[in-house]
T-cell receptor, first 115, second 110 residues
Framework: GAVVSQHPSRVICKSGTSVKIECRSL??????MFWYRQFPKQSLMLMAT?????????EQGVEKDKFLINHASLTLSTLTVTSAHPEDSSFYIC???????????FGPGTRLTVL | ELKVEQNPLFLSMQEGKNYTIYCNYS?????LYWYRQDPGKSLESLFV?????AVKQEGRLMASLDTKARLSTLHITAAVHDLSATYFC??????????FGKGTSLLVTP
């Protein structure tokens, strides 16, 4: 399968700061990228869907001004958590889907801890 | 709203035993996915089921899809400790975003 990377894999920050997470498709062009959030012992919840060159579509209940998503190229999407608070601490996982694939490919995840 | 229900949510089984995890979903879909997640890790793709009647096997795991019943099963044969993990099924939603079940936490004991 295709490879998706995420950076950083782990980040600890102070409350009120902003954190940027990068998601890259390494060997294919991702027409669509997805951002999921997973709290401990829970399932993955979709936060937003982004298509290259257009605004992200956010799920109900996800604050678009707090979770800024940019999909500037066919291989890169970024998620910026602005003014992070402890309740934003979670495991953030991106995935990418290319035009010629029947499935999404998941990144290794980013564990965010806000102190 | 698309709902995906897995059962059981927790499963403790002895090595060598067989068991089945069930995944029901609420709307029509021809695609269903099974993933494995180890603690602290992301998802590992196990099976992609693309049509009614699809059956796929890999090692001790076999997955099947019945789109008419909106049901997929993940069958574990002769379980071994290395299979201990959380297993998720997922179905395509609008725009191919995935809707996940709550996951089945599997523990295989000696």
């Amino acid at each position: 399968g295709a490879v998706v990377s995420q950076h950083p894999s782990r980040v600890i920050c102070k409350s009120g700061t902003s954190v940027k997470i990068e998601c890259r498709s390494l060997d294919f062009q991702a027409t669509t990228m997805f951002w999921y959030r997973q709290f401990p012992k829970q399932s993955l919840m979709l936060m937003a869907t982004s298509n290259e060159g257009s605004k992200a579509t956010y799920e109900q209940g996800v604050e678009k001004d707090k979770f800024l998503i940019n999909h500037a190229s066919l291989t890169l999407s970024t998620l910026t958590v602005t003014s992070a608070h402890p309740e934003d601490s979670s495991f953030y996982i991106c995935s990418a889907r290319g035009a010629y694939y029947n499935e999404q490919f998941f990144g290794p995840g980013t564990r965010l801890t806000v102190l | 709203e698309l709902k995906v229900e897995q059962n059981p949510l927790f499963l403790s089984m002895q090595e060598g035993k067989n068991y089945t995890i069930y995944c029901n979903y609420s709307t029509t879909s021809d695609r269903l996915y099974w993933y494995r997640q180890d603690p602290g890790k992301s998802l590992e793709s196990l099976f992609v089921l693309l049509s009614n009647g699809a059956v796929k096997q890999e090692g001790r795991l076999m997955a099947s899809l019945d789109t008419k019943a909106r049901l997929s099963t993940l069958h574990i044969t002769a379980a071994v400790h290395d299979l201990s993990a959380t297993y998720f099924c997922a179905v395509d939603g609008p725009g191919y975003a995935l809707n996940f079940g709550k996951g089945t936490s599997l523990l295989v004991t000696p």
